[in-house]
C-alpha cells in the first residue's frame, strides 16, 4: 500500500528565505508525482507535475525534484513572499485512476 | 471557460441522513473522481467515473456511492450519515483514459453532520 510522508507538518519562516518541503513515497512504482497548494478552506490547485521519467521541473520561484529510486520528492520556494503561506499537498499517482496524498505541509511566511 | 464546479458550497446535516453533492467538470473533460478530506489531513480517493461506469474505487463503504452522466456531470451520494463523514469534499477532473495527467480540482463541499 503506498503511503505518503510529508516533512515538516509546519513550517514559519520571516519572508525572502529560501525554503523546502520534503516528501516521501514508501512504493518507487509510481507513474507521476504532483505538488498542490491549498488555501484554507479552498480546492487545490497545481503547482508542479513531475513524470516519472523526469528528475525536475520548475516554474518561477518553484522548483520541485524528484528521485523515484529513494521514494523522495523536494519542493523548493525560492524568496518566499506572504502570499506564499498555504498548505502544500504532495500526491502521487500509483496508477492512472487516482492520487495518493500526503498529509500537507502548512507553511506562513510572515512580513 | 469554466474550471470545475461544486454544488453546494456547504451542508449541514444530521446523522442518519443522506446527502448528494454534484460536480460539474471542466470543459472537454470526461473523467471524474471524488476525494474526501477530513480537516488536517490529504485527500483520500473515493471513487472515479468514467463513461458513466465506476472505473475504480478506494477504501469506502457502499454508504457511498456515485453517479456520471451523460454530460459529464457527476454526482456523490453518501446514506446514513455519521459525525466521521463531516469532510471536504472534492471533485476533480481529467481528460480521457490518460488519466495521469494533471487533474483539475474544484473548490470542493463541506458537510458537516452534526
Known amino acids: 500500500k503506498q503511503e505518503v510522508t510529508q516533512i515538516p507538518a509546519a513550517l514559519s519562516v520571516p519572508e525572502g528565505e529560501n525554503l523546502v518541503l520534503n516528501c516521501s513515497f514508501t512504493d518507487s512504482a509510481i507513474y507521476n508525482l504532483q505538488w498542490f497548494r491549498q488555501d484554507p478552506g479552498k480546492g487545490l490547485t497545481s503547482l508542479l507535475l513531475?513524470?516519472?521519467?523526469?528528475r525536475e521541473q520548475t516554474s518561477g520561484r518553484l522548483n520541485a525534484s524528484l528521485d523515484k529510486s529513494s521514494g523522495r520528492s523536494t519542493l523548493y520556494i525560492a524568496a518566499s513572499q506572504p502570499g506564499d503561506s498555504a498548505t502544500y499537498l504532495c500526491a502521487v499517482w500509483p496508477g492512472f485512476q487516482k492520487l495518493v496524498f500526503g498529509t500537507g505541509t502548512r507553511l506562513l511566511v510572515s512580513p | 471557460d469554466a474550471g470545475v464546479t461544486q454544488s453546494p458550497t456547504h451542508l449541514i446535516k444530521t446523522r442518519g441522513q443522506q446527502v448528494t453533492l454534484r460536480c460539474s467538470p471542466k470543459?472537454?473533460?470526461?473523467?471524474v473522481s471524488w476525494y474526501q478530506q477530513a480537516l488536517g489531513q490529504g485527500p483520500q480517493f473515493i471513487f472515479q467515473y468514467y463513461e458513466e461506469e465506476e472505473r475504480q474505487r478506494g477504501n469506502f463503504p457502499d454508504r457511498f456511492s456515485g453517479h456520471q452522466f451523460p454530460n459529464y456531470s457527476s454526482e456523490l451520494n453518501v446514506n446514513a450519515l455519521l459525525l466521521g463523514d463531516s469532510a471536504l469534499y472534492l471533485c476533480?477532473?481529467?481528460?480521457?483514459?490518460?488519466?495521469?495527467?494533471?487533474?483539475?480540482f474544484g473548490p470542493g463541499t463541506r458537510l458537516t453532520v452534526l
Open positions: 470543459s472537454g473533460h470526461d473523467t
Open positions: 476533480a477532473s481529467s481528460p480521457g483514459l490518460a488519466g495521469a495527467d494533471t487533474q483539475y
Open positions: 513531475i513524470q516519472s521519467s523526469q
